[in-house]
């Protein structure tokens, strides 16, 4: 295994829930259970059980066959999923003095999240029951637009863009979504922490991205444990 199988396997492995990890990986790379299944040669209730945690924590030897799996399926498909990867490969949860990573133990859709977070939606609602977000990026709006070089800007997604920017220290919200306009990667959806009016160029940007655009009113003390539960 290089490194990146590693991390990935490393992840499973310690996991509390380590079949919902396995589903969440399996769902990253885009791939079926019924591919997963014919490539291993094992049935697609097999595999049902492991993520359903139906099964015992499968040993190392099962789960070193499920990444390897998952990147010999990726690169049949052109290896685009690794390549992202390795791109973005950061530990599971990594903090920066202006932003932090945290990856879920399985996918949500938008609507819980927002749910989660008693958001209130500014735009784009319709993309929320479609998306799935395997993590959020928690970032000091000011310090990210003034000290993050393009090189940089990469890291804050870890191992996937499937995920929310949520922005504190905004005053109308048009900075960060200028920001990521400009950018090559985008988040799939933007919270904007602890604001009452959003600047309407921020609200053009999102809709021209097609990223929705949410706020709450949550600190981020409270932000952080709520989400820590998923």
Known sequence: MDSLQERIAGEITLSD???SNMKKWRE???ISQVELAKHLKISTSTISD??????ASPGVGIIKRFVNALFEIDKTKGGEVIRNLEK????????????????????ISGTDFARILDAKIISNPSYLDSMKLFGYTLLDSIRVILEISPSEYPKLFGPTNERAFIFDQV????SPMVVIRV???KPRLVVIQNIENIDKLAIKISQIEKI???TTKLSVDELKMRLSNI
């Open 171 to 174: 005053s109308t919200g048009r």
């Open 17 to 19: 829930s380590p079949g």
């Open 88 to 107: 973005y490969n950061v530990p599971h949860e990594e903090s920066q003095p202006f932003y932090s990573i945290h990856n879920f133990s399985a996918p």
């Open 183 to 185: 950018a090559p990667i």
């Open 50 to 55: 492991y993520e359903g945690n139906r099964r």
């Open 212 to 214: 929705p655009l949410l």
């Open 28 to 30: 990253l790379f885009g």
